[in-house]
């Protein structure tokens, strides 16, 4: 599955790669999240540097994340959008959830 | 508007045809010379429409979904999306930003995209009989410096 995972100290990062949809963010979801679960982060940075396609299932992915971190404070970031995927995350609001650079 | 290409095919509703029928509309797509951006545009919504195929119109069985593209004269391509599913009750509402009928991870923007990202859609259902979404898109003309 296209996620690798690092950690450094209380933040996770989820280096994402390949296509987004809706076949694929099932896996994508499972591996960050047990990131999340495991290492239990004061921040989670997903990269989208490697990503070359997004639909909607992405903001899916994203949306779940935030929800999952709310329950224990922890911030969400989001790095590496490609002007395609920013425009998608543009239009579902995603700039009110997390910190998008 | 004078059809200048034209094709067809059609697939079973599993997931991991979604990015089959991106590659496909985009290599058909190509043939108007879009932007990467317009491209992009084509491929997400083609992916939102299909997803829909999948994961609503035959959320209790693997069905056929149905796509047909033209390219036509103006530099539009058009393109229609059918499946044979359960149909939509009521159209405009399923239309609408942030609704969705199967909760989870679904975000509901999937109609929210193809109108954003489309410059026309219609969408046609009969409940028991299936969905039919028609888009179109007209691609910019670019300047040529060497003919």
Do not use: W
């Amino acid at each position: 599955m296209a996620v690798e995972i690092t950690v450094k100290g209380e933040v996770v990062t989820a280096y994402l790669a390949g296509e987004i949809d809706h076949h694929s963010a099932a896996g994508m979801r499972e591996k960050i999240d047990s990131a999340v679960d495991s290492n239990m982060p004061s921040l989670l940075v997903l990269d989208f540097g490697g990503v070359s396609f997004m639909d909607s299932s992405g903001i899916g992915l994203v949306m779940g994340r935030y929800r999952n971190l709310q329950k224990t404070g922890a911030s969400l970031h989001i790095t590496g959008a490609s002007p395609q995927i920013a425009k998608i995350m543009q239009l579902a609001g995603m700039n009110r959830l997390a910190k998008i650079n | 508007m004078q059809t200048i290409n034209k094709f067809s095919m059609n697939f079973l509703a599993r997931s991991s045809n979604e990015g089959f029928a991106r590659a496909c509309i985009a290599a058909f797509a190509a043939g108007l010379d879009p932007t990467l951006e317009e491209l992009n545009d084509i491929k997400t919504a083609v992916s939102e429409a299909v997803t829909n195929c999948i994961v609503h119109a035959y959320a209790e069985k693997i069905g056929k979904v149905y796509i047909m593209a033209e390219i036509l004269e103006g530099g539009i391509i058009k393109i229609k999306i059918r499946d044979n599913g359960c149909g939509i009750e009521n159209v405009d509402m399923a239309m609408q930003p942030l609704f969705t009928t199967v909760g989870g991870e679904r975000a509901g923007l999937g109609f929210a995209v193809m109108q954003s990202f489309m410059d026309g859609i219609r969408v046609t259902s009969k409940v028991g009989r299936g969905t039919t979404v028609t888009m179109l898109k007209k691609i910019s003309p670019r300047i040529t410096v060497n003919g």
